[in-house]
């Protein structure tokens, strides 16, 4: 897919780098030159603009992108106002960053595709996968239960997938697992990215690196991590 990212501040230039890294286009824009020079050689283009001006706006590749997303975070006014212009130069396709509850029932008035809240999802997160008291990344999916994404220790190096005993000793449930391969994205910039592993095949083994997706409590999580003391 293509992305259009305006605002390259500490978000837009990461969710740049990241999309970029998952083999997507990304074009850049932002009124700073600094953050335009920091990252244009990593995306496809970069352009230094004031996006509530709407003739600078209207110049840029609005109508090739599959998705324009508003990141600017700092500037209350300047997000609101890009993201009414796009609506005006007929942009199907919107998300944008919210600072604070105001911010947010704003944007929800001008009926975008979505609404970004990147610090509060971040604290979020970061409360959950520390109550699990380990490194961990956490999804919950309702006041028990949750999808945790964790590297797998070296004491089930070596052991096939299918006979990984999760459910039956821990109550956990096995949904998926990821191995990190080193590639380079569309502008040849090194780089490491998960490869999805087929865990139902008998010689799909447990290796260094390895990241588990399972499903269950933060008790059946917290008696996984206590067996491996």
């Known amino acids: 897919m293509r992305y259009l990212i305006i605002g390259l501040g500490i978000y837009g230039s990461n969710l740049a780098r990241d999309l970029t890294d998952m083999g997507h286009e990304v074009i850049g824009a932002d009124r700073s030159g600094v953050l335009v020079d920091t990252i244009k050689d990593y995306i496809s283009t970069a352009y230094v603009i004031d996006s509530t001006d709407e003739s600078a706006l209207a110049a840029l590749p609005l109508n090739v992108v599959d998705l324009v997303i508003v990141a600017i975070g700092e500037n209350f006014g300047a997000n609101i106002k890009t993201v009414a212009l796009l609506k005006k130069l007929g942009v199907k396709h919107i998300y944008a960053r919210a600072a604070d509850p105001v911010h947010r029932s704003i944007l929800e008035g001008l009926k975008i595709d979505r609404i970004l809240t990147p610090e509060q999802r971040a ?107």
């Open 123 to 229: 604290a979020r997160d970061l409360s959950q996968e520390m109550a699990l008291g380990h490194q961990a990344e956490v999804m919950k999916v309702d006041a028990e239960s949750y999808v945790i994404c964790f590297q797998l220790p070296d004491i089930f190096y070596g052991i096939a997938y299918s006979r990984l005993n999760l459910q039956k000793d821990f109550g956990l449930k096995l949904i998926g697992a990821s191995r990190p391969i080193h590639t380079r994205n569309i502008l040849g910039i090194g780089t490491e990215l998960l490869q999805p592993l087929d865990i139902t095949r008998e010689d799909e083994k447990v290796a260094e690196g390895d990241v588990a997706i399972v499903y269950g409590t933060h008790r059946a999580y917290k008696k996984l991590l206590k067996h491996l003391g």
